[in-house]
């Protein structure tokens, strides 16, 4: 898992002939929370996002920079509700309405008009979708009385609670009826995206004990007052986990760890076949384009995969096999056809007249990704086998997106709730003998680290980082020290909890556990570079890993990203942008760079300079 660590960062000097093209950039003091994926390593490339201007690549963190209005988190691995947990949660849930992120860089905005109500909008490197309007709150009450049978208004108050990528989270608090949420539903994929968490709820609480949502009602259509696809269910009770993380004592993790075991062994069985899951890839209850609106959610079958793989921006359109996929082989390859596809459109585009930094990085990436993408189309046909007979046997798989925010907890630290079921699909079932998200981590910590070895955070920081945050009360309190203490408390505690649930995997799935994930590896490490080459990550080194297998050099992918292949050259070394001056002080070490953060236009003196501090 990723952890967090706060950096202070001040402008050191902005030429006033540049001032007015570095909008919110002017002299202030900003915070930013940098997720590592492990503690001091180069791991790779990483964004620093300013204001409105676009990425540029810098060593050795990934950062997002924000000023202080920025209520939101920054880090996808620790947002979350605040005190009462709603039962959907998403890793970029935002406290508020109106809140708007300060690093978004907008260049061009897509309206889908096969997608009534969506559009949209490239952030830097990325696409994010956008609300073409927004849900009414008088609309919504409304469908939410008739549903639960209330008359009379004033006994149903409904209130705003949070936005996600993909949806709006709304609290409906009624006295006579209890408390619910209302999930209001972004139509990425029309109709498959709810009917896939309403099958997969339904499923899983009646064939499991895991604690899921019941739903109440719902529509997967837009033809209602509100004008979205909804989801009504009732509110489980509990705090996300990571906010009572470090108050739990280690016994306390160790349960709630085995518990997690538990719940995926018994996803591994429950199914539309006799403990034996599914036949066949794709998400439950989908159906393909023009077929039949009809849907047996009680017995659901496979259908269409719904995920940003096949939905975001564009890809909606890509004349692609969507699933249901009979074996890994299909799967994958039509993955990686959809890679090749939106980058060879780019490459397609003529370059403008007066190409400028960012166009030619984009280019100059989406060369990279094709090439990478085609070499590891050639490397999947001798991995997978083409034909399978029956479909590949698959489990309903939550461990990518199951992070301390999707389960709930209550004070004793025991499980009230497992949320955020959007976007689950039956899975290989190779692919369910990873580590849910929430142990996975690149350091393996032995020793437990010493709490009075590390440096205590004064008070006055203390002060102006609740300032900044805006009192949101989602972020785990430091106790007083500083970040790293947390993050390298976090792989140690990850080191331990990866046994724990191996051991109990191993006593629920039998004797064959560990073989069956020791010939998974490879097959894992094969979806992790695909999923990295999609990002643009780590090009150079996923072409080390796959040669070296061509080569019949069997090296985990994880390793390779970290350091490069023994005896070849590391493509993707690089230094800071700026000089380094190291000092250790007993009990602290203070890193401080200097980075140009600012658009590539203009002279190099005409670029505003930060330095960054990072205090261990």
Known sequence: MAGRMRYQVRRLALPSSSANHHSGCEARTYTCTATTTYTDADYGYGWYQFGRMPPQ???????????????????????????????????????????????????????????????????????????????DIDAIAQVVRRHLGITSPSQCVVTFHSSGTYNKLYHVNSPAHGRYLMRVILPVDPHNKTRGEVASLQLVRCKTDIPVPVVVAYDDTSDNEIGFEWILMELLEGQPAHLRWRKMNMRQKERLVGRMAEFQAQLSRCGNMTESGFRGIGTLGATSRG???????????????????????????????????????????????????????????PPPRIPDDTDREKRESAEGVTRVARKLARLLHKLFPQLVHPPERTALWHGDSLSLDNILVDENGRITGVVDWECVSTMPRWVSTQFPEFLRGGVEREEEPHRSRYADVFSDEEASEEGQDGGVEDVPDNEGKTELYWIHLMEYEQTQLRRVYSARMGQLMGHGWDAEVEEAALKVDFLGAVAKCAQGLYLKRIEQWV???????????????????????????????????????PGITTIKTTATLSPKRGTENQRPRFSMTKIY
């Open 57 to 135: 690549k810098v060593q050795p963190q990934y950062i997002t920079l924000r000023t202080a209005s920025a209520k939101s988190s920054v880090v996808s691995s620790v947002s979350s509700a605040t005190s009462t947990a709603s039962n959907a949660r998403d890793s970029k849930t935002r406290p508020k309405e109106a809140a708007a992120s300060t690093t978004t860089t907008t260049t061009t905005s897509t309206q889908d008009t096969s997608r009534s109500g969506l559009f949209w909008e490239s952030a830097g490197l990325d696409i994010e979708p956008r609300w073409a309007r927004q849900p």
């Open 291 to 349: 077929d039949s609106d009809f849907v047996d959610l009680m017995m659901p079958e496979p259908g269409p995969m719904v995920s940003p793989v096949f939905f975001t921006g564009e890809r909606w359109h890509y004349p692609v096999s969507r699933g249901p996929f009979q074996s890994s082989h299909d799967w994958l390859r039509s993955y990686l056809s959809v890679i090749i596809k939106e980058h060879s459109a780019t490459l397609a585009q």
């Open 547 to 585: 040669d070296a297998v061509e080569g019949k050099e069997f090296v985990r992918l994880g390793d390779v990203l970290r350091g490069g292949v023994a005896g070849r050259k590391d493509s993707n070394a690089s230094t800071t942008s700026g000089p380094t001056d190291t000092r250790t002080t």
